[in-house]
């Protein structure tokens, strides 16, 4: 079955941790995005790629970095740097930037101890 | 400019009544607006979109409604089913942007009683 696959579901981390989050879809999309989730707050992006070896900073980028190195693959590192880390983390794809429905995975929750 | 205003917060809803969420964006250059459905420990799944061409979609017990000139968007669930019950986010882009971000409202947890 074609999806997005986000691991670990969950995940707990010391301060001052780096922890990294991955996301692998096998819909054949060049568009991948980072979202973080707070309750009250909706969803707001963090970084997304239109295509391979290419990422752009979305609102709230601070204390994040991405690879994409793989279509399939665009994992997200939280950094000691991120003041507030705990929080639900969603991987989304789209055919293209521009085009096609957003698909979600199933996220994961960090939580920092 | 690139807020969508979602409301209520929270909204609780006999079994087969009908549930009603409203969204507000200020950006004219939106022209695609989506409502996600997220049931809990889940990713948001498309649930209905509408473009600004038309005033209303329906599809099912789902029906967004849509008015241009006051900038609003409202998801009306008929006969709301405790199956119903999930956090509802409205969004919004520009399509045709550069970048199509979708701006996300904040959600509304719906809850149906039986």
């Known amino acids: 079955d074609g999806g997005i696959t986000q691991s670990p579901k969950y995940l707990f981390r010391k301060e001052g941790q780096n922890v990294t989050l991955s996301c692998e879809q096998n819909l054949n999309h060049d568009a991948m995005y980072w979202y973080r989730q707070d309750p009250g707050q909706g969803l707001r992006l963090i970084y997304y790629?239109?295509?391979?070896?290419?990422?752009q900073k979305g609102d709230i980028a601070e204390g994040y970095s991405v690879s994409r190195e793989k279509k399939e693959s665009f994992p997200l590192t939280v950094t000691s740097a991120q003041k507030n880390p705990t929080a639900f983390y969603l991987c989304?794809?789209?055919?293209?930037?521009?085009?096609?429905?957003?698909?979600f995975g199933e996220g994961s929750r960090l939580t920092v101890l | 400019q690139q807020q969508v205003k979602q409301s209520p917060q929270s909204l609780i809803v006999q079994k087969g009544g009908i549930s009603i969420i409203n969204c507000a964006y200020e950006n004219t250059a939106f022209d695609y607006f989506p409502w996600y459905q997220q049931f809990p420990g889940k990713g948001p799944a498309l649930l209905i979109a509408i473009r600004p061409d038309v005033s209303e979609k329906k599809e099912g017990r789902f029906t967004i409604s849509f008015n241009k000139s006051a900038k609003q968007f409202s998801l009306h669930i008929m006969d709301s089913q405790p199956g119903d019950s999930a956090t509802y986010f409205c969004?919004?882009?520009?399509?045709?942007?550069?970048?199509?971000?979708?701006?996300f409202g904040t959600g509304t947890l719906l809850a149906v009683q039986p």
């Open positions: 989304a794809s789209r055919l293209t930037l521009n085009t096609g429905e957003l698909f």
């Open positions: 790629s239109q295509i391979v070896n290419d990422f």
């Open positions: 969004a919004a882009s520009d399509y045709g942007g550069a970048t199509n971000k979708l701006i």
